[in-house]
């Protein structure tokens, strides 16, 4: 994921302590069913599509933005599937971070799925029945999606 600006000049004076912030995961769906997933070019892994809020720009908003500069594909946001405190990571050059998660449920609008940032090595529609191995992140998020009841994620119930 790409550093924000607003990050960077947040960082210069905080350092690498723990920050709490937004983030903001896409679950989009296209009119046969598959889910659109990026193949992440720090892990090397397959991924549901997420990034940070801007300032003051609106969940959905954001799930729409990242969507696109991520993947060129269209989408309209559909509704809130998830809102989630994660466990905190410490990246690779020691900065800390914990994310307040919103997940939104996504439909594809337009655009062909390709590579449209540097964020992901690879972009593609998966079935929900045949996904590429995915972490449990992505897989419970897809899950909550289809889904149209609610939910409470209790993380003592993943293994």
């Known amino acids: 994921m790409a550093t924000p600006d607003f990050l ?5 004076s905080a350092g690498q302590q723990l920050l709490w912030l937004p983030g903001v995961t896409a679950i989009v769906f296209d009119d046969e069913g598959r889910v659109l997933l990026g193949r992440r070019s720090d892990t090397g892994r397959w991924a549901v ?22 993947t060129a594909v269209h989408c309209v946001a ?18 800390r971070c914990q994310f ?25 529609w998966f079935a929900v029945d045949a996904l590429p191995d995915l972490d449990e992140f992505g897989r419970f ?15 003592t119930t993943v293994g």
């Open 100 to 124: 307040m998660d919103i997940t939104i449920r996504c439909r594809a609008v337009g655009g062909e799925a390709r590579v449209n940032d540097d964020e992901s090595l690879d972009v593609a």
């Open 78 to 95: 559909e509704r809130v599937v998830l809102v989630q405190a994660l466990d905190p990571i410490t990246y690779p050059n020691g900065d």
């Open 141 to 155: 998020r897809i899950k909550q999606a289809l889904s149209e009841a609610p939910t409470w994620f209790d993380p």
């Open 8 to 12: 960077r000049v947040l960082r210069a």
């Open 49 to 70: 599509i997420g990034g940070i809020p801007d300032p003051g720009e609106q969940p959905a908003a954001c799930a729409v933005r990242e969507v696109f500069e991520e």
